[in-house]
């Protein structure tokens, strides 16, 4: 596509609910990224993906936290049994190459609120 | 580690104002820098990059300079407009290992008003 996608833009999810969060990168990207930005907090690195290649899971906060990519195309990141520390802006971002010379195209990222 | 520290917001300007954000970054090698925008409700956008000493990167009016002896690279704009209102985010990617990544600051909220 054009540009990354994300779904759902918003999320609202109960206290210990598993969710889903869906990102689809442009097309030919190969390296994929996910990211969380929580207030106050910055943008926080939470995994890669580079083609075939073993993820780089060395940002997940917590084992309830796991994501996969299939295909070498879209990526689902899982959350399971949500806590409200969890709440945040969870954006993906895909680059054609990992040239340091290259930033990266972000969707505009799901907004997940736990209550 | 990497990292990148920049001035803390929100910064509120009347339009027409001078813009500076400063940036300063901790990495070894020699690191791309890049300023990324957030509009309201929105996700990143690549603002602008440079990938070696001295370059400078400007897009939109934006100007930054890579200034290797002061480990800086300052966000500047002659002449802001309401539409500017965003977070501004600079962001290093380093040349050794984990390169991949890109390291941000804690953004730079910017008010700009009529």
């Known amino acids: 596509g054009a540009g990354v996608s994300q779904s759902p833009s918003n999320k609202v999810t109960e206290k210990g609910k598993d969710v889903e969060l869906r990102c689809d990168p442009i097309s030919g990207h190969t390296a994929l990224y996910w990211y969380r930005q929580s207030l106050g907090q910055g943008l926080e690195f939470l995994i890669y993906f580079q083609g075939n290649s073993a993820p780089d899971k060395s940002g997940l906060p917590s084992d309830r936290f796991s994501a996969e990519r299939t295909g070498g195309s879209v990526s689902t990141l899982t959350i399971q049994r949500t806590q409200q520390e969890d709440s945040a802006v969870y954006l993906c971002a895909s680059s054609l190459l990992t040239d340091r010379a290259y930033g990266y195209t972000f969707g505009s990222g799901t907004r997940l609120t736990v209550v | 580690g990497n990292s990148v520290t920049q001035m803390e917001g929100p910064v509120t300007l009347s339009e027409e104002a001078f813009l500076t954000i400063n940036c300063t970054y901790t990495a070894t090698g020699y690191p791309s820098l890049f300023w990324y925008v957030q509009y309201p409700g929105e996700g990143l956008q690549l603002l602008l990059k440079a990938t070696k000493a001295d370059d400078k990167g400007s897009n939109k009016g934006f100007e930054a300079t890579y200034r290797k002896e002061t480990t800086s690279f300052h966000l500047e704009k002659g002449s802001v407009q309401v539409s500017d209102s965003a977070v501004y985010f600079c962001?290093?990617?380093?040349?050794?290992?984990?390169?991949?990544?890109?390291?941000f600051g804690k953004g730079t909220k910017l008010s700009v008003i009529p």
């Open positions: 962001a290093l990617r380093s040349s050794g290992a984990g390169s991949y990544q890109l390291t």
